[in-house]
């Protein structure tokens, strides 16, 4: 069964940072676009930012612009998205999708 494995969430208060890594020992990630998704609590899960294969595009949503970035470490099969100026309403279970692969999430709260 292929793995699509989160990681790097966790508590932080309002304005504070937080990088999420997603990685597969099942799939080469360079290959394909990675998608983050997020689920917060109530809420339908929406799609926070993507990063294609071949790096030419990065898609966010409006919401995040200026504050989160994504990016890729082949050498390390990873995918990160790096989380700055956290808000409270970025609290939500974070999940990584490649093809039509999902990770379990990872649990990011921004409370003070």
């Known amino acids: 069964q292929v793995q699509v494995v989160e990681s790097g969430g966790g508590s932080v208060q309002p304005g504070g940072s937080l990088g999420l890594s997603c990685t597969s020992p099942?799939?080469?990630?360079?290959?394909?676009?990675i998608i983050w998704f997020r689920q917060a609590p109530g809420k339908e899960r929406e799609v926070v930012s993507c990063i294609t294969s071949n790096y030419a595009t990065t898609y966010f949503v409006e919401s995040v612009k200026g504050r989160f970035t994504t990016s890729r470490d082949k050498s390390k099969n990873t995918v990160y998205l790096q989380m700055n100026s956290l808000k409270p309403e970025d609290t939500a279970v974070y999940y990584c999708r490649t093809l039509h692969y999902w990770g379990r999430g990872t649990q990011v709260t921004v409370s003070s």
């Open positions: 099942d799939l080469t990630l360079s290959y394909y676009a």
